[in-house]
T-cell receptor, first 114, second 111 residues
Framework: DGGITQSPKYLFRKEGQNVTLSCEQN?????MYWYRQDPGQGLRLIYY???????QKGDIAEGYSVSREKKESFPLTVTSAQKNPTAFYLC?????????????FGPGTRLTVL | RKEVEQDPGPFNVPEGATVAFNCTYS??????FFWYRQDCRKEPKLLMS???SGNEDGRFTAQLNRASQYISLLIRDSKLSDSATYLC????????????FGTGTQLKVEL
């Protein structure tokens, strides 16, 4: 089955710890994205990547880091510098070719900082 | 002013009703528009793209009004399973294909 997978589904972390969220896609999409969603707010873009070994900051990149070593994978690290990391994290991917631009989302990871 | 604005609702409607949502966007250079559906504690799923000429998919109709900078979603003969939050999404071409999301409109379809 083609799709986007994220793991883990739920994650608990102590304050001061870094944690890495996984995102994998087998859709052969060039672009991948990370968003966070907080109650009562729209999704906000953290980082995105349109090609392997290249990525750009989104609107709320502070306290996060990413890598894009493979086309299929775009892991997100939530560092201890992120002041309010408890949120629902969503990974998405899209095909840049053809100008369609639709993004497809993984099932998300709920991160809770204790 | 928010880039994408939606009425948060909730819209409580009886089964079989027709319901319409509007969404306004602030940047006139916005080029691509979508409606996504999000169920409680789940990921957003693409419902439909919105084209300039308007488009229909079964019970769902989407329209774009560039002059007034809004898009709309019409749901006819609503079902219990339509209960969800509907997210309006806008892409500004040339901005790295970044989506800008509205906060969503909650729909509750009741017996």
């Amino acid at each position: 089955d083609g799709g986007i997978t994220q793991s883990p589904k739920y994650l608990f972390r102590k304050e001061g710890q870094n944690v890495t969220l996984s995102c994998e896609q087998n859709l052969n999409h060039d672009a991948m994205y990370w968003y966070r969603q907080d109650p009562g707010q729209g999704l906000r873009l953290i980082y995105y990547s349109q090609i392997v070994n290249d990525f750009q900051k989104g609107d709320i990149a502070e306290g996060y880091s990413v890598s894009r070593e493979k086309k299929e994978s775009f892991p997100l690290t939530v560092t201890s510098a992120q002041k309010n990391p408890t949120a629902f994290y969503l990974c998405a991917s899209s095909s840049i070719a053809g100008g369609r631009n639709e993004q497809f989302f993984g099932p998300g990871t709920r991160l809770t900082v204790l | 002013r928010k880039e994408v604005e939606q009425d948060p609702g909730p819209f409580n409607v009886p089964e079989g009703a027709t319901v319409a949502f509007n969404c306004t966007y602030s940047n006139s250079a916005s080029q691509s528009f979508f409606w996504y559906r999000q169920d409680c504690r789940k990921e957003p799923k693409l419902l439909m793209s919105v084209y300039s000429s308007g488009n229909e998919d079964g019970r769902f109709t989407a329209q774009l009004n560039r002059a007034s900078q809004y898009i709309s979603l019409l749901i006819r003969d609503s079902k219990l399973s339509d209960s969800a939050t509907y997210l309006c999404v806008v892409i500004l071409t040339g901005g790295g294909n970044k989506l800008t999301f509205g906060t969503g409109t909650q729909l509750k379809v009741e017996l």
